[in-house]
């Protein structure tokens, strides 16, 4: 790590690692961002991602390009990702027979034969293929990418590959599209993942946005970049961004629903405690547009508005983005906390804006 923050200084280089919140369909938008980044000569050294953020940033890390991941998520038919278990054809009751079966509507069969393909294209099938060039001890930057994932069975957060081993598989051992259909089991949505007993399902369950990764003590070498797919504001009520069909659910799909909205809410809710100030000013919010995470009838026109919402989001947060700034501000010591903002929107009440002091220019 050090030999290549030596680098990055001689050279001038602009490296980055990046963050990329899940969000089903909506990942799209992270795209259009990223597009934005590479054109400004940002290089990522480390990404993460969970659930649809795993997808691109695996993809990422594999070697593909802003360009190459829009022509393959533009050209997608989302409707195929809907592989139904055989129960689910069975007429007004499939999806709760399927549901008690394979706690999941969707075989999610199609997605990993998808995401298994683009990867061996590059070569690339276990994450031994991914190991950094620039050997560390520190597990968080020996491979080019982390992927979350939640382990139902042992109720914990997985960092994968690094924490391959509490499920009992050698981290460099592990497949990587294995890694990332476990990222994306939707609950409910998707059949979760079985590994030697383990039941793994999204890493949203436990961490949708871990921008704090690649943190670690001191004064960093480079940015880290938090891609998070949001409303304008990202500080919107959690209630407000929870869709209203998982509200109130109704009819025959209320048990369904009922359950993708307990998901929601707890999707939402983990990260949201962890948002401090400093996270704000290296989070490019990317707007969703109303698109929910599993809108897998989504047309080319929204995809295409959301990679948009992308680009506008990267390009508006570049514009105010300085690392010196944000070091200045929020890596010598200086004491900053939402407590007071957090407990005034759990309460309903609008908090009081941010302090001008605190944006990424501050310093």
């Known amino acids: 790590m050090n030999e290549v923050a030596n680098r990055s200084v001689a050279t001038g280089a602009k490296y980055v690692d990046l963050v990329c919140e899940g969000g089903g369909v909506k990942g799209i938008g992270l795209v259009g961002a990223i597009s934005v980044l590479e054109e400004r000569g940002f290089t990522p050294q480390n990404v993460a991602g969970t659930s649809a953020g795993a997808i691109v940033a695996t993809l990422l890390a594999s070697g593909y390009s802003a360009a190459d991941l829009k022509e393959i998520i533009l050209n997608l038919d989302f409707k195929r990702f809907k ?77 994968l590959p690094r924490d ?22 939707i609950p409910v ?26 943190d670690s003590d001191g004064m960093p070498a480079w940015p880290t970049f938090g891609l998070k797919l949001v409303e304008p504001d990202p500080r919107t009520p959690i209630s407000a961004r929870i869709p209203d069909e998982v509200r109130a659910p109704a009819g025959i799909g209320a048990v369904v629903e009922y359950a993708k909205g307990l998901v929601a809410t707890m999707t939402e809710f983990y990260d949201r405690l962890y948002l401090e100030q400093d996270t704000f000013v290296r989070t490019i919010a990317i707007p969703t547009l109303g698109i929910s995470s599993t809108d897998f009838d989504l047309t080319r026109e929204q995809a295409e508005q959301l990679y948009q919402a992308g680009r506008d989001a990267a390009q508006t947060f570049l514009e105010s983005w300085n690392f010196d700034g944000y070091i200045a501000e929020f890596r010598t010591g ?25 944006g990424p220019n501050a310093g």
């Open 83 to 159: 592989d139904p278990t055989w129960q689910m054809r069975v007429p007004l009751v499939g999806g709760l027979f399927s549901i008690l079966a394979h706690q999941g509507l969707y075989r999610g069969d199609y997605f990993h034969q998808l995401m298994r393909h683009y990867l061996e294209a590059k070569g690339v099938h276990t994450f031994r293929d991914l190991l950094h060039p620039d050997p560390t001890d520190d597990p968080r930057y020996r491979y080019k990418v982390q992927v979350i994932a939640s382990d139902v069975t042992g109720r914990q957060l997985l960092v």
């Open 164 to 185: 391959a081993h509490k499920i009992g598989v050698d981290p460099d051992d592990l497949k990587v599209a294995d890694a990332v259909r476990m990222s994306m089991s």
């Open 189 to 214: 949505f998707f059949v979760p993942m079985r590994v030697k007993k383990h039941v793994i399902v999204d890493g949203g369950m436990l961490s949708n946005f871990p921008v704090w990764l690649f």
């Open 334 to 358: 200086k004491d900053h906390s939402r407590r007071r903002e957090l407990a005034a929107e759990l309460n309903n009440v609008v908090p009081a804006p941010t302090p001008p002091n605190a």
